[in-house]
């Protein structure tokens, strides 16, 4: 079974719900043991022209299928839950593979780890929640480290999933 962290976010329509939604996709297609989904957190906008913040969490489960075959998975899940990425920049859910164990793939539908898990707070804080001691296969670092070391001029504020 692989270790697998997945960022997740959403800034269109009922954000934490298609988070959680998506979220419990991913356990019943990727034949997936969830292990646990880090508080949600709410976080402006990066890098895109959006009014709509986003809400962003990350999640860690153990799979056995391949990343290629988890990634085509991870997007027919977004396809389901509405995402078309021919429009626009607000999404109703994104899903992002960030680590597949310590694999280091570079191909051109693939790169683990993601590439800007570093310069990211909206998935440093939520993933520093879950997996603070988690090192970074090629930059050597702790995910509490690059969190610390990131200089972020975004705001993320943690939030609560709401009533259960």
């Not at 191909?107 to 800007?116: D, I, M, N, S, T």
Request: charged residues 25%; negative net charge.
């Amino acid at each position: 079974m692989a270790l697998v962290y997945i960022g997740l976010g959403s800034n269109e329509g009922d954000s934490l719900k298609n988070l959680q939604d998506a979220w419990k996709r991913l356990g019943e297609v990727c034949g997936a043991t969830l292990l646990g989904i880090s508080s949600p957190y709410k976080s402006e906008p990066v890098g895109v022209d959006t009014r709509n913040w986003f809400i962003n969490a990350v999640g860690a489960f153990e799979t056995k299928i391949d990343p290629e075959s988890l990634l085509e998975e991870m997007l027919a899940v977004e396809k389901e839950m509405g995402r078309d990425r021919t429009r626009g920049i607000d999404r109703s859910i994104d899903l992002d593979l960030l680590y597949y164990d310590d694999l280091e793939i570079n191909k051109p539908q693939l790169v683990l780890p993601h590439p800007e898990i570093q310069n990211r707070m909206f998935v440093l804080s939520p993933l520093a929640e879950i997996a603070p001691d988690h090192m970074h296969p090629v930059l050597g670092q702790t995910t509490s480290g690059m969190r610390k070391n990131l200089l972020s001029d975004k705001t993320v504020i943690k939030i609560s999933w709401g009533p259960q």
